[in-house]
């Protein structure tokens, strides 16, 4: 038997039959999919996270060194209307309604199981982004087969995963004849955690991570997409820490869910 095929037959039956190690191994190879919704090939890697140089300061005499995201009034989203395909539906028409989506989605978007993620992107992704849906199922599949398992299928039984957006940072991308405000840039700050058959905590979370992804107003609701143009204008922030002034001015805001 050759080594790969030995190497996934240990890694089958790790996930299979450990439970919480299980899960933190699944946890761990999820690193590989932090952009899942926002990764670009064509993007350079020192762009793929959030810069930690400090914004310049305002030269209004706006500039607050004492105020810090984790002071700052939190952004309440707006909690959806309706369910449809695996995601929430029903956000406004408004900037907190997109930041809602973009937030919403990242959550509850399916990171192993690449039926669940095929039929959310469908339903979520603009059509003006073709192959956007076939890239980031592909990448699902990539990510199972890195941690051992068929390239198609769902979650091992008893295996899930919560993700908890903790910030965002948003901002306006300008397209000729789209309205301003109907295409925003969400960078998105979370935690993600896996849960094993019995419950238990997980050893080995992943904190602290940022993904990006971009939305646009389109036949009455917020889609996603990848379109070349949009991702081109996309902008990268001052990486986010809850007490750091230089965070909060460059528009990073804690998140609070509704209800």
């Known amino acids: 038997m050759r080594s790969h095929e030995r190497s996934a037959r240990r890694a089958k039956a790790t996930l299979a039959g450990i439970g919480l190690l299980a899960a933190g191994a699944v946890a761990a190879g999820?690193?590989?999919?932090?952009?899942?919704?926002?990764s670009d090939d064509k993007a350079p890697p020192a762009a793929a996270k959030p810069t930690t140089k400090a914004p310049a300061r305002p030269s209004n005499g706006l500039w607050n060194k004492n105020m810090t995201?984790?002071?700052?009034?939190?952004?309440?989203?707006?909690?959806?209307?309706?369910q449809a395909n695996g995601i929430s539906t029903g956000f406004p028409h408004n900037a907190t309604g997109a930041?809602?989506?973009a937030v919403y989605f990242t959550e509850e978007y399916a990171l192993l199981d690449d039926q669940k993620a095929h039929q959310q992107l469908e339903a979520a992704v603009s059509?003006?982004?073709p192959g956007y849906?076939?890239?980031k199922v592909s990448e699902v599949r990539k990510l199972r087969e890195g941690v051992g398992l068929p390239p198609s299928g769902g979650n091992p039984a008893g295996l899930t995963f919560t993700t908890s957006v903790k910030a965002v940072r948003a901002r306006t991308i300008r397209?000729?004849?789209?309205?301003?405000?109907?295409?925003v840039h969400v960078w998105l700050f979370y935690d993600r955690y896996a849960t094993g058959p019995d419950g238990g905590p997980d050893k080995n979370p992943l904190k602290d991570e940022a993904t990006d992804v971009i939305v646009k107003w389109?036949?009455?609701?917020?889609?996603l997409t990848n379109e070349p143009a949009l991702w081109a204008k996309r902008s990268?922030?001052?990486?986010?820490?809850p007490d750091s002034p230089y965070a909060w001015q460059d528009g990073w805001v804690q998140v609070l869910h509704e209800g």
């Open 99 to 101: 930041v809602s989506m």
């Open 127 to 129: 059509p003006d982004a």
């Open 236 to 241: 990268f922030p001052v990486a986010y820490d």
């Open 218 to 223: 389109q036949d009455g609701a917020w889609k």
């Open 69 to 82: 995201p984790a002071k700052a009034k939190p952004i309440r989203l707006v909690a959806p209307t309706g």
């Open 175 to 183: 397209a000729d004849g789209v309205p301003l405000g109907d295409i």
């Open 133 to 135: 849906v076939d890239e």
């Open 30 to 38: 999820a690193v590989a999919a932090v952009s899942v919704l926002g």
